[in-house]
């Protein structure tokens, strides 16, 4: 969808060094989200916010870092880097009305090698 | 046990089959059900809602037993086109709280 990019779409880096990986969006969705997805597990949520400055830890949230500075920008961190989080990172973004949720709508993804 | 379970699969299936998805969950609260499709290297994408009343959408039906925590989807007259990973996908809360994702069911359509 053209309305959620994510950047870099790969990338390589050493154990140790920090990452950020960016998602920006254009629908003005208030909620976005951090996801990796690893063989066997699924997608896992990181963190994810619900507003600007808004933010909030998912299941596997060590070791990552979230900042959200405007509606459609949502940064994720490593702090410094590990081999466990060589992932597929995934950011998805939803803005149902109201109380209903009408599900996410997700970027292309990044792929992360930590070597 | 886990929040969202699938059977992982393969499913392997002929075209023109009719295959069906099973998936429980564990928090009897949920309140939104979904069926995403991943295909290889790619995002998931939403297929389509789950409805109390059951829902159906061209060759794909879905259905929800919330006294059996259950969610399926049916698909009729296999298409080369629908091989990829389905996956079950619930909120447990109202709103636009974080969805929780099964691991993913994955078909093969095979000529």
């Known amino acids: 969808d053209a309305g959620i990019t994510q950047s870099p779409r790969h990338k390589v880096t050493e154990t140790g060094t920090p990452v950020t990986l960016r998602c920006h969006q254009t629908e003005n969705h208030r909620y976005m989200y951090w996801y990796r997805q690893d063989p066997g597990h699924g997608l896992r949520l990181i963190h994810y916010s619900y507003g600007v400055k808004d933010t909030d830890k998912g299941e596997v949230s060590d070791g990552y870092s979230v900042s959200r500075s405007k509606t459609e920008d949502f940064l994720l961190t490593l702090e410094s880097a590990t081999s466990s989080q060589t992932s597929v990172y995934f950011c998805a973004i939803s803005g149902g009305r109201g109380e209903d949720n009408y599900g996410y709508t997700f970027g292309s993804g990044t792929r992360l090698t930590v070597v | 046990r886990k929040e969202v379970e699938q059977d992982p699969g393969p499913f392997n299936v002929p075209e023109g089959a009719t295959v069906a998805f099973n998936c429980t969950y564990s928090n009897s609260a949920s309140q939104s059900f979904f069926w995403y499709r991943q295909d290889c290297r790619k995002e998931p994408k939403l297929l389509m809602s789950?409805?109390?009343s059951g829902n159906e959408d061209g060759r794909f039906t879905a259905q929800l037993n919330r006294a059996s925590q259950y969610i399926s989807l049916l698909i009729r007259d296999s298409k080369l086109s629908d091989s990829a990973t389905y996956l079950c996908v619930v909120n447990h809360y109202s709103g636009n709280t974080p969805l929780v994702f099964g691991k993913g069911t994955r078909l093969s359509v095979i000529a």
């Open positions: 789950v409805y109390s």
